[in-house]
């Protein structure tokens, strides 16, 4: 079908963040063998807008843009690893961004400006819907690693690829920066904001 795309919002780490996430995927690929996510770069998912039309969908990033601006660029810290339950069979492994009031009221601003209604926890996928017997073997491994590491995200970054189109690439299609000073006027929210959403994880490759 022709004239859809698919958008997919996220956060870029530091290049320092990708290159050890990259070395811990392919350790995990050297222990358990080929998995999903193996290939895909560090980042942080926003938002997936499947199927859109294009016509109709860029007014609306031009949009997020103005809003966007508004907000101010935030320094986040990876804390180790954690992991997702998805039933009985299966794990993803993850880099843990701590969450702090002034993190949890930062998305909550950004959820609030891109009208999104579902949002995971922030995290950074490390492997991504494995076999319960293959995080056996993994998580010994990454339940021990001591790994602290901050950066700052200065832009929301958008891609797309062409809808209903077999094991398409994603391209980069913009950058939507924050520009916003540094002010947390509005108390912390008392209770966390992000839901977690195990299934909605995008794969980048």
Known sequence: MKGYTDFFMLLSPSERVKAVVREHKHYAADVVGAYESEYSTAHISINMMPRQKTFLTEPGIREFRKRLCLIPPITLCVNGFDYFNHG???????????????????????????????????????????????????????????WQETFTVNTLT??????????????????????????YSLAPPKQSLIKPLNSQQTSLF
């Open 88 to 146: 009985k069979d299966y794990r993803t492994i993850y880099a843990r961004i701590i969450n702090s009031p002034e993190t949890s009221h930062w998305f909550k601003m950004l959820k609030h400006h891109l009208k999104i209604k579902g949002f995971s926890i922030p995290h950074i996928t490390i492997c991504r819907n494995i076999p319960v017997g293959d995080f056996a073997l993994l998580w010994p491994y990454f339940k021990t690693i001591e």
């Open 158 to 183: 958008v891609l797309q690829r062409e809808s209903f189109v077999s094991h398409a690439k994603w391209n980069h299609y913009t950058e939507l920066p924050f520009e916003g000073k540094m002010q």
